[in-house]
């Protein structure tokens, strides 16, 4: 069956495993602690397999993954990845140094960093925090969140700004890509990790 480019199920497990994500000049490792997957039926057209396994699909590839990544290695990730203290992080006209991520019970999730604008030495100490809960197993809401920006609490205003508008939810069928949808089945926030559960669904990429 494989020769002829179908497979009836895959299923892959690995703990501790290292994913080398690729930041302009450098690459970044990112331990996960846990990952399941799981597939349904694979069926591809062997003669597309040139242009990548998403383009070969005969069939839409459904599948759960299983994730959990630790505190500790998420900032080890975040150091590797602003290691270069002159030229840390740049996002935009900005540059994010130092970034430590905090799991907190409750499905709570900190997030400190040290931001700089182009052109300007001072930095300024931001912290956000928020709750995270799955509505719908579509929807991410943010629940109860706040920004401090040297120690103050930032106005409701920059907190919308924050997120690009007045909404605090992020829908997955608007940021996955075209073709591609998925549903969270369970996302979790502990003292110490972060464990999700996600069902995708992959059509033919043209």
Not at 38 to 59: F, K, M, W
Not at 78 to 105: F, K, N
């Amino acid at each position: 069956q494989i020769l002829q480019g179908k497979i009836d199920r895959l299923q892959i497990a690995g703990r501790g495993l290292i994913w080398i994500a690729e930041s302009k000049d450098r690459e970044v490792p990112v331990r996960i602690a846990l990952l399941e997957l799981e597939t349904g039926e694979i069926d591809v057209d062997r003669s597309h397999l040139e242009d990548g396994i998403l383009a070969a699909l005969d069939r839409p590839l459904q599948g759960g993954v299983r994730l959990v990544l630790t505190e500790a290695d998420l900032n080890r990730s975040l150091q590797a990845w602003s290691q270069d203290e002159a030229e840390g992080i740049e996002v935009g006209s900005y540059r994010l140094h130092h970034p430590q991520i905090d799991c907190l019970t409750g499905d709570r999730l900190r997030v400190q960093v040290e931001v700089q604008e182009a052109e300007n030495p001072d930095r300024l100490q931001v912290v956000f925090e928020s709750g995270i809960r799955v509505s719908q197993s579509r929807y991410i809401e943010f629940v109860q969140p706040t920004l401090l920006v040297n120690g103050e609490a930032a106005p409701v205003e920059l907190i919308q700004a924050f997120f690009g508008g007045s909404s605090q939810t992020i829908d997955l069928d608007r940021v996955l890509p075209n073709g591609t949808i998925g549903r969270l089945l369970k996302f979790e926030i502990t003292s110490e990790q972060l464990e999700l559960a996600l069902f995708l669904q992959i059509d033919r990429q043209q």
